[in-house]
């Protein structure tokens, strides 16, 4: 069955960096687009980057423009997030999400097909 799994969370001071990954299974990985969201206590989830399954092109969501890149690498499965100049309001449950075969990122939530169980990014002031 398809698995993404997260790692790469933890507790940062504001202004500091953070690299999350995702390693997918049980999929054509290089088909998939790969994207990230995340999750606050008693918020919706957002979406905050993704990247085309043809690794041409990604999206970022404004509060994150200049200061999160998505990477994918398709010989190993994988999708990371590198995260820099983190903020307090950054703090959330991050999310790797697969969309289907060949479909391009979009950000709405009800549109990919798998997600993995997330990894808890902490940022204090």
């Known amino acids: 069955q398809v698995q993404l799994v997260e790692s790469g969370g933890g507790l940062v001071q504001a202004g500091g960096s953070l690299r999350l990954s995702c390693a997918a299974s049980?999929?054509?990985?290089?088909?998939?687009?790969m994207s990230w969201f995340r999750q606050a206590p008693g918020k919706e989830r957002e979406f905050v980057v993704g990247?085309?399954?043809?690794?041409?092109?990604?999206y970022h969501a404004d509060s994150v423009k200049g200061r999160f890149t998505i990477s994918r690498d398709n010989a190993k499965n994988t999708v990371a997030l590198q995260m820099s100049n983190l903020k307090p309001e950054d703090t959330a449950g991050y999310y790797c999400?697969?969309?289907?075969?060949?479909?391009?990122?979009?950000?709405?939530?009800?549109?990919?097909?798998?997600w993995g169980r997330g990894t808890q990014v902490t940022v204090s002031s």
């Open positions: 990247i085309n399954w043809s690794n041409s092109n990604t």
């Open positions: 999400a697969a969309r289907r075969r060949y479909q391009s990122v979009t950000t709405s939530v009800n549109d990919y097909d798998y």
């Open positions: 049980g999929l054509t990985f290089s088909t998939y687009a």
